[in-house]
């Protein structure tokens, strides 16, 4: 199973980027997905989560009501919609597939099991 994820690049605050997350080997319809990123020297954090049948989406609140999380099963790919990109948010952001089909999972790390080689998004102020 390989994850990847792009859309990333350098752009400047109040912005907008896409991120796409990509799968081969792996069909994503039963799982649920996360977006998770890490910037220098922090440690890996959660971003946004969105159930396996696209019934429930939840978000950091540092991200809440700039980023969606959305899903296309025809496409097998996951995006990221980012709006009103801040300097903060300049991070290496990765996707990943949840355990477990079908089911519950949380925002934590530990609850994902593929994850993607990620793509860097840097925004300048």
């Known amino acids: 199973v390989q994850l990847q994820a792009s859309g990333g690049g350098l752009v400047q605050a109040g912005d907008s980027l896409r991120l796409s997350c990509a799968a081969s080997?792996?069909?994503?319809?039963?799982?649920?997905m996360g977006w998770f990123r890490q910037a220098p020297g922090k440690a890996r954090e959660f971003v946004a989560r969105?159930?396996?049948?696209?019934?429930?989406?939840y978000y950091a609140d540092s991200v809440k009501g700039r980023f969606t999380i959305s899903r296309d099963y025809a496409k097998n790919t996951v995006y990221l919609h980012m709006n009103s990109l801040r300097p903060e948010d300049t991070a290496v952001y990765y996707c990943?597939?949840?355990?477990?089909?079908?089911?519950?999972?949380?925002?934590?790390?530990?609850?994902?099991?593929?994850w993607g080689k990620g793509t860097q998004v840097t925004v300048s102020s």
């Open positions: 990943a597939v949840a355990k477990g089909q079908r089911t519950y999972f949380s925002s934590t790390a530990g609850d994902m099991s593929y």
């Open positions: 080997g792996l069909t994503f319809t039963p799982y649920g």
């Open positions: 969105i159930r396996w049948d696209g019934a429930s989406t």
